[in-house]
């Protein structure tokens, strides 16, 4: 009987990058804290998913060190991941790596982009692969979600968010790396899902440009039902806390909104490249000014 749904994640753990990001990944225990952030809300959170109906690819650096392969060949028991190693990851590459690890044999193929510091709401995979979808490719995205930084939580919706699926057929597979999460759009019909929080933003000391953004609030039990642990050590700030932190939300808008226009306005007059060249400029120079001191 043939399936009805391939769905794999796809996480880039390690895999060797150029540009802005290289600033981040070059420091000295990078690797040690995404493990553990790994450990903490990825891989939890993959393991608690009401359906199991899925695979998982991790792609790691070939010159991974010791440490982590052996690391992460203890956490694969039982198996829930794939490693596969490569120094970039090219379309071809892609496809040709997700029919291997799923035969190709169903109907439909998701991907879903998972990075390795973040986690997801248990029914997540049930959700998504429940919806019904009118078009032969589409991207998804869960628009709520919640942010996380140290104890506290915040809930944000985000209509183009990292956490992105690409529904299609297998007879020409672009997948959810066919172009950046917020820029899907360009390429495929888009179909935004709201409800419940499906998915949790770590925010921490290695994130490449992620930020606090949303409302403050306090975990209710929709929230710790959805993320189990995951929300362990979150605070439940009182009333006067909320207010405080709403006015500071407004702030938090403002300025997100310019840096929204001003990156939108790269990418129109400079392309990705031009502004990947601006990232990349604007962090050399801030790494240089904190070395001076």
């Known amino acids: 009987m043939t399936r009805a749904i391939d769905h794999v994640f796809l ?4 895999l060797p990058s150029a540009g802005t990001e290289s600033y981040v990944r070059a420091k000295d225990g990078w690797l040690r804290q995404r493990l553990e952030l790994f450990e903490t809300f990825c891989l939890p959170s993959v393991r608690a998913q009401t359906s199991q109906n899925f695979h998982w690819i991790i792609y790691l650096d070939p010159e991974s060190p010791s440490w982590l392969l052996e690391r992460l060949c203890e956490l694969n028991v039982p198996p829930v991941f794939t490693p596969v190693f490569r120094t970039e990851v090219s379309e071809d590459d892609r496809v040709q790596d997700l029919a291997a690890v799923t035969g190709a044999a169903a109907q439909t193929l998701i991907t879903s982009n998972l990075d390795n510091d973040d986690g997801l709401a248990a029914d997540f ?3 998504l692969q429940k919806l019904p979808i009118n078009h032969s490719r589409a991207a998804v995205y869960f628009t709520n979600g919640l942010i996380r930084q140290g104890g506290r939580i915040y809930a944000h919706k985000d209509r183009a968010n990292a956490f992105c699926s690409v529904r299609e057929d297998w007879d020409d597979p672009r997948t959810c790396w066919a172009d950046w999460h917020n820029r899907l759009g360009l390429s495929m019909p888009v179909v935004e899902i709201g409800g419940p929080a499906a998915w949790l933003q770590v925010i921490h000391g290695t994130n490449v440009s992620n930020r606090i953004r949303g409302r403050r609030i306090s975990p209710g039990p929709e929230h710790t039902s959805a993320f189990g642990d995951l929300l362990v050590g979150v605070d439940n700030p009182t009333k006067p806390v909320l207010l405080r932190e709403a006015s500071v939300g407004t702030c938090r808008w ?33 790494s240089s000014l904190v070395s001076r001191k």
């Open 254 to 286: 403002a300025r997100d909104h310019v840096r929204s226009l001003a990156r939108d306005t790269v990418l129109l007059l400079a392309g990705k490249e031009g502004l990947d060249r601006l990232k990349t400029l604007v962090r050399a120079q801030a």
């Open 11 to 14: 996480t880039r753990f390690n």
């Open 125 to 127: 995979v049930e959700r």
